[in-house]
């Protein structure tokens, strides 16, 4: 099975900072990698699909990129409601998050 | 506009049985790859189960032979019956849809219902 790995679990970062999370997959994974956004006590928010699609109503201060067995996702200036856990996901896989708090 | 609603999340003893529904509108279930992914209190997100548009149904390990994963077309919902409860199996559950016949991975989701095994 593929694993997904996450990096770093935790940040703490300031508004308007660049933050890039990364997900090393445990096997190539071509481009099939998707990220989310969740916030406490709601359900996960598709951001990211395909490797570097970003979902339709998201803001384009988030990309992603990569391909193969490494992938980021950057956030070109953290907003306060930014503050979230982010998790990637390759089919039945998910990464085991990074929580984005505020420094 | 696509919607996922739960149900049927509660207490069970341990060894006990649940059947969570996710009602959906604004698309149709049987169109589309359909999971149920669930979340453990303070944990991070785990796969639980797909069905495939042909049918074709897929578990993980941890649920494999106890949780069954099925749809009724005709009520545009999708199931999970869940025997023989754990404690592990406390969590959130959510369902999610994958887009179109073969998207691998979950534009919307459901606002979850929660689990709890226990005595």
């Known amino acids: 099975d593929i694993q997904l790995t996450q990096s770093p679990s935790f940040l703490s970062a300031s508004v308007g900072d660049r933050v890039t999370i990364t997900c090393r997959a445990s096997?190539?994974?071509?481009?099939?990698l998707a990220w989310y956004q969740q916030k406490p006590g709601k359900a996960p928010k598709l951001l990211i699909y395909a490797a570097s699609t970003l979902q339709s109503g998201v803001p384009s201060r988030f990309s992603g990129s990569g391909s193969g067995t490494e992938f980021t996702l950057t956030i070109s200036s953290l907003q306060p409601e930014d503050f979230a856990t982010y998790y990637c996901?390759?089919?039945?896989?998910f990464g085991g998050g990074t929580k984005v708090e505020i420094k | 506009e696509v919607q996922l609603v739960e149900s049927g999340g509660g207490l069970v003893q341990p060894g006990g049985s649940l059947r969570l529904s996710c009602a959906a509108s604004?698309?149709?279930?049987?169109?589309?790859?359909m999971s149920w992914v669930r979340q453990a209190p303070g944990k991070g997100l785990e796969w639980v189960s797909v069905i495939y548009s042909g049918g074709s149904t897929y578990y993980a390990d941890s649920v494999k032979g106890r949780f069954t994963i099925s749809r009724d077309n005709s009520k545009n919902t999708l199931y999970l019956q869940m025997n023989s409860l754990r404690a592990e199996d406390t969590a959130v559950y959510y369902c999610a849809r994958s887009p179109g016949p073969t998207g691998t991975w979950f534009d919307y989701w459901g606002q979850g219902t929660l689990v709890t095994v226990s005595s």
């Open positions: 604004g698309f149709t279930v049987s169109s589309n790859y």
């Open positions: 996901q390759q089919l039945k896989t």
């Open positions: 096997q190539g994974i071509s481009s099939y």
